[in-house]
């Protein structure tokens, strides 16, 4: 498309001020790494659930019964197939639910947050945030907060964007929100402060990574040609070789699952071996919220931030 017959500028026609400007909304500031973990733990480890449900299928405004059966599923099988491996194994960890599904399953987000695990924003209705309009943004975040909270009677301290889908305003928003952490960008391995315009924001990010998400393997959508398959022996050696590495490195290991996805009796095992592993080298397993409270306490600096 000729830009001169639309008024835009190509990518390599902007100016400095533009492409700067675009790189500094959000970026990366000072690394939040402490000197060690609680109980002199070789690595924390942040393993993570995104409860998406039925909301995958409403999001996109489909009407598949298949693909929201399947949604169910991780309400019917995939939550109590990893309560039960958590429960055994004595382990915290962190639940994303958007607030659409807080509402179709109330008592499964109390049943967590009751237990110890951390219910934190995952969106209204798992929606793109780049795709909406900004005031309707920031009503969604703050809508799906307080539903958080009516449902579990906890004030969600963290969010994780759907998606990892992260608008030019979105952290603007956490911070109205008085959000202590995000979990959705990658500019590292360890927690560091996001720069909002160049300014600290007072928000802390664990980030996640595409390697360390069971998605990007399992994921099957037949009606938009995605079907990526990877036998589960060979991500499990992924994520193995990305624990170990954060063992030995003394960082942090996080992990994204969805339960509806990992809960499969074919793969619900690679859970359960990173949890024994992870055991016997008596890393600090720890919710997403208890980590970042953590590295505020324990790195100078990041205590005024949330």
Not at 191 to 207: D, F, R
Not at 281 to 299: L, S
Request: hydrophobic fraction near 35%; include cysteine.
């Amino acid at each position: 498309m000729d830009h001169q017959k639309t008024g835009k500028e190509s990518p390599w026609e902007w100016s400095e001020s533009t492409w700067r400007g675009l790189v500094g909304q959000v970026r990366a500031g000072r690394p939040l790494r402490p000197d060690k973990w609680p109980g002199d733990a070789p690595c924390a480890i942040a393993l993570s659930f995104d409860s998406d449900h039925e909301s995958n299928e409403l999001r996109d405004g489909g009407h598949s019964i298949g693909r929201l059966s399947w949604g169910q599923y991780g309400n019917r099988v995939g939550i109590p197939r990893i309560e039960r491996l958590l429960n055994q194994y004595g382990v915290r960890s962190s639940f994303y639910v958007p607030a659409v599904v807080a509402l179709l399953y109330p008592e499964e987000q109390r049943r967590l947050s009751g237990a110890g695990h951390e219910i934190g924003l995952h969106g209204w209705i798992h929606e793109i945030n780049t795709a909406l309009p900004g005031d309707v943004e920031r009503e969604l975040m703050f809508r799906a907060a307080e539903t958080i909270e009516s449902v579990t009677g906890v004030r969600p301290t963290g969010m994780r964007t759907p998606s990892w889908d992260f608008s030019p305003r979105t952290l603007k928003i956490a911070v109205e929100l008085g959000l202590a952490y995000d979990s959705s960008l990658m500019a590292d391995e360890d927690c560091y402060e996001l720069l909002l315009n160049g300014a600290p924001s007072g928000v802390i990010e664990l980030p996640v990574e595409w390697i360390r998400d069971d998605a990007v393997y399992f994921m099957m959508n037949r009606f938009q040609s995605l079907r990526p398959y990877t036998p589960p022996k060979d991500v499990f050696d992924i994520f193995l070789k990305e624990l170990d590495y954060a063992i030995s490195d003394g960082g942090i290991f996080q992990l994204t699952m969805h339960p509806h996805i990992i809960s499969a009796r074919s793969r619900i095992w690679i859970l359960e071996e990173i949890i024994k592993h992870g055991k016997i080298r008596n890393a600090w397993f720890a919710t997403h919220a208890e980590i970042v409270a953590y590295v505020k306490d324990q790195c100078p600096g990041a205590e005024g931030s949330g």
